[in-house]
């Protein structure tokens, strides 16, 4: 019964975590650049920020709730001698990227956020949204027993 909860609650993070960002890059974004309009992204961030990053805490726990299922104790899980451990090293490595982004464009990026500095948010966003799609690909593979 875990296994299968803890599979509906990472299915659900995964649909605000990738939704949210997905909604961000492909129509908020554009739309700011267009406009030179930093705010647009701002009052986006302002609502999605705290629900999204619960939603990647969601998928942490669940992720490695799910790994423990898969790998007892976590051992072996890094041994990428199968798909399901690749897979997973995969998805962790995508989590660090995800994080390395998030901080630098929060602390680095955000707070002297303007016209200028523009596409360097944006840059983030596309990076972001692109590993949060891969974190998908990843996870149905593993659902659907490997692609290769
Ligand atoms: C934003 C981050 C993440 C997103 C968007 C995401 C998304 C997904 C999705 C959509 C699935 C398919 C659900 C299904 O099984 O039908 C999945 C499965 C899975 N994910 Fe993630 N994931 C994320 C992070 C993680 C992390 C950090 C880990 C491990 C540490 C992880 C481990 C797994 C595992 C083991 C499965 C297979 C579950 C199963 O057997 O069905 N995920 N993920």
Redesign the pocket.
């Known amino acids: 019964m875990l296994?299968k909860i803890?599979?509906v609650l990472?299915?659900l993070?995964?649909t605000v975590?990738?939704g949210g960002h997905l909604v961000l890059a492909v129509t908020v974004l554009p739309k700011a650049l267009q406009n030179r309009d930093p705010d647009l992204i701002h009052q986006f961030e302002e609502h999605f920020e705290n629900f999204g990053l619960t939603?990647?805490l969601v998928?942490?726990i669940?992720?490695?709730g799910?790994?423990w299922i898969?790998f007892p104790y976590f051992h072996h899980f890094l041994d990428f001698d199968s798909y399901?451990s690749t897979?997973?090293g995969i998805?962790?490595l995508?989590?660090l990227g995800?994080i390395a982004l998030a901080i630098h464009a929060r602390f680095f990026i955000i707070p002297n956020l303007t016209k200028e500095t523009l596409n360097s948010l944006a840059y983030h966003i596309i990076g972001v949204t692109t590993l949060?799609v891969l974190?998908?690909i990843?996870?149905?593979g593993?659902?659907l027993g490997g692609f290769f």
């Open positions: 296994f803890l599979v990472h299915t993070g995964a975590w990738v939603s990647l998928q942490v669940t992720g490695l799910l790994t898969y399901l897979y997973i998805k962790l995508l989590l995800t949060a974190f998908v990843l996870g149905a593993i659902r």
